[in-house]
C-alpha cells in the first residue's frame, strides 16, 4: 500500500513539475508578445480614430455618410486636412451634400482637399493638375469619338491639313494619350447623356499643347481616336499623305539634253539684182 501511495506521490509531483514548466514558457512566450507589441506601439505612437472612404468614388459624386467610416490611424503621420469629426464633415442644416472633386480608392483617407464645401457643386478647376489647362476642342460626327467619350477618357488627337510645299493633304498626330476631362458641360461619367452625340470635348494640356491645339483647330481638322488608360505616350512622328496612303511614288521627271547644233558660217555676195549665199568656214 505504502508502494503505491509513494508511486502515486511521484507521478503528482512529475505531472506538477511539468504543469510548472509549461506555464512558465507560456509566461514567457506571453511576455515576449507584450513586449514587442509594446516596442510596435511605442513606434506607432498614439492612435486616433479618423474617416477614411469606404467604396471607389468618381468626381461630381455627392457624399453620403454610408461611403465613409472611422479607423484607427497613428496621430504622428495624420495628414493635416483630414477629417475626424463627423460634426465637421457632415454639418447640420447644411445647404447640401459635400461633392468629390478627385476619383477616390476605398479605405483612403477624407482629407479636405478630395471634397468640396457643403452645397458646393464641384467645378471644372478642380480636375486640374497643377500647371495644367482646360481646353475646349469641337467634335462631330466626322471627329471619330463624338458618341462614345466620357470624362476621364484618353484620346489621341489627328491634325489633317495641307503642308505647303506637299501638294496635297497629310494627317500627323499632334497630341497622344491626352485626358478628355468633360464632355459638353459634364464632368464625370454620369452625368453624360449617351444618347445624345457630344458637340465639344475639353481636355487637360499643358500651356504649350493649348498653343498647339489652338493652331491645329484653326488650320485644319482635327480627328480624334480613343486609347486605353495604361496605353504609352507615343513619342515617334506619324505622319500620313495621300501618295504614301495609295502607294504612289513620285517619279522625277526626265531631263533630256539636247545634242549642240554646229555653227554655219555665211557669206553674202551680191551678184546683179540677186543675193547669193556661200558657206565659209568660221573663224571663231
Known amino acids: 500500500m505504502r508502494a503505491v501511495f509513494a508511486l502515486v506521490l511521484v507521478i503528482g509531483m512529475g505531472l506538477a513539475g511539468v504543469a510548472v514548466y509549461m506555464i512558465q514558457e507560456h509566461i514567457a512566450k506571453t511576455e515576449n508578445l507584450l513586449a514587442k507589441e509594446r516596442e510596435y506601439n511605442a513606434k506607432a505612437g498614439k492612435l486616433v480614430e479618423v474617416y477614411v472612404f469606404t467604396t471607389e468614388l468618381q468626381y461630381g459624386d455627392a457624399l453620403k455618410k454610408e461611403d465613409v467610416k472611422l479607423i484607427y490611424w497613428p496621430e504622428a503621420s495624420l495628414p493635416e486636412s483630414i477629417f475626424r469629426d463627423e ?5 447640420e442644416n447644411a445647404p447640401g451634400p459635400r461633392y468629390i472633386m478627385r476619383p477616390t480608392e476605398a479605405y483612403e483617407p477624407v482629407l479636405s482637399s478630395r471634397l468640396t464645401e457643403p452645397g458646393e457643386l464641384a467645378g471644372l478647376t478642380a480636375k486640374l493638375a497643377p500647371g495644367m489647362r482646360a481646353f475646349g476642342i469641337k467634335v462631330g460626327v466626322a471627329s471619330g469619338v463624338a458618341g462614345f467619350v466620357k470624362p476621364d477618357d484618353y484620346i489621341d488627337i489627328y491634325w489633317t491639313g495641307n503642308i505647303q510645299g506637299t501638294g496635297g493633304e497629310s494627317t500627323r498626330l499632334i497630341e497622344s494619350s491626352i485626358q478628355i476631362i468633360a464632355v459638353d458641360k459634364s464632368f464625370n461619367d454620369g452625368q453624360v447623356n449617351e444618347s445624345k452625340d457630344a458637340k465639344s470635348v475639353t481636355v487637360a494640356a499643358t500651356p504649350e499643347q493649348v498653343a498647339r491645339l ?8 482635327l480627328t480624334m481616336s480613343l486609347v486605353g488608360d495604361t496605353a504609352a505616350v507615343v513619342t515617334e512622328k506619324i505622319e500620313i499623305d495621300t501618295n504614301e496612303l495609295l502607294g504612289i511614288e513620285e517619279v522625277a521627271p526626265v531631263v533630256v539634253e539636247e545634242a549642240p547644233v554646229a555653227k554655219i558660217c555665211k557669206q553674202k555676195e551680191r551678184k546683179g539684182t540677186e543675193v547669193v549665199e556661200t558657206i565659209i568656214p568660221c573663224t571663231e
Open 87 to 91: 460634426a465637421i464633415l457632415f454639418p
Open 214 to 221: 489652338a493652331q491645329a483647330q484653326s488650320s485644319g481638322t
